[in-house]
DNA sequence: GTGTTTGCAAATATTTTGCAGTAAG
DNA sequence: CTTACTGCAAAATATTTGCAAACAC
């Protein structure tokens, strides 16, 4: 989704278009690294002087309620953040911890699975994948 | 594992044999609830009166690095501890968090799937499914 | 102009660390 | 008796909140 599709919706949604609010969507936007809040605030304090983590911790709360972003829990100490909403796994390096998609890949029968095998009523899953990526791997110095 | 047990792997490791070590390992063996450093903490400070957080810490930390306990991010704002180290999804309630384990799934052939899928040396694997327990689904208010 | 948002600073929550006293072996 | 461990308190880290000034509309 655009930039002008975010302003949009914000508008929709009676919420104001405010730069710092299209700046970190776009940010998100045109990244594969699956940033933190902290990751976000340095990639765009530069551009941005006045930015604070608040606003970056503000406008990531919008964006996911808006369900336009997702948050994943790889296991550090902070979430990280991913504007491709669409439900897909996830791999995570052990040693540099790197968190690529894993596009390719057709999971979403598990719901389903899920869904006979307990009383929950499923909705949505989060699926991780932990070894070492291409750059790690073979590099002796274990996890 | 029993807390027999436990005490032969401390001592083989160098590690001391105390009452705090054995009743934190205890208490996770015996509980299907997936508790929070901070729910452990509560749930032993009664019978263990000056038990403190630290010590609760330091052993989990301990627990996890002798592959005893596995740690799990299912997306609060702290982790929650299995003692059941084999690798198995967990089934979460967006309403009132309960975490339970899906014990009859196999999906251990997903990590041989995922890595031909990707460069990576796939060596585990964390799977979340998110929805409504029975004691939660039917009851109105969402998420 | 009105009402929301920003960004600072303070507050809260979670986890880690330093260290003196305590307990295990 | 020696060394590791506990538990307190302080520090470090991550996140949330209150509020005055600034900005969107």
Redesign the pocket.
């Known amino acids: 989704m655009s930039i002008e599709d975010l302003?949009i919706i914000?508008?929709e949604k009676?919420?104001?278009?405010?730069?710092?609010?299209l700046a970190i969507y776009d940010m998100l936007k045109n990244t594969k690294s699956h940033p933190?809040?902290?990751m976000i605030y340095n990639s765009l304090k530069d551009n941005?002087?006045?930015?604070?983590?608040?606003?970056?911790?503000?406008?990531?709360?919008?964006l996911k309620k808006l369900n336009l972003v997702q948050e994943l829990n790889v296991g550090?100490?902070?979430?990280r953040y991913d504007a491709n909403v669409a439900s897909h796994p996830h791999v995570i390096c052990y040693k540099c911890h790197r968190v690529d998609d894993l596009e390719d890949a057709d999971f979403d029968d598990l719901i389903e699975k899920v869904n006979k095998l307990t009383d929950y009523d499923i909705k949505n899953q989060k699926l991780y994948f932990y070894g070492y990526c291409p750059q790690c791997k073979g590099k002796d110095t274990a996890k």
């Open positions: 302003s914000l508008k009676g919420f104001k278009v405010t730069p710092q609010r933190s809040i902290d941005f002087p006045t930015m604070s983590l608040a606003t970056v911790y503000k406008t990531v709360d919008m550090e100490g902070s979430f």
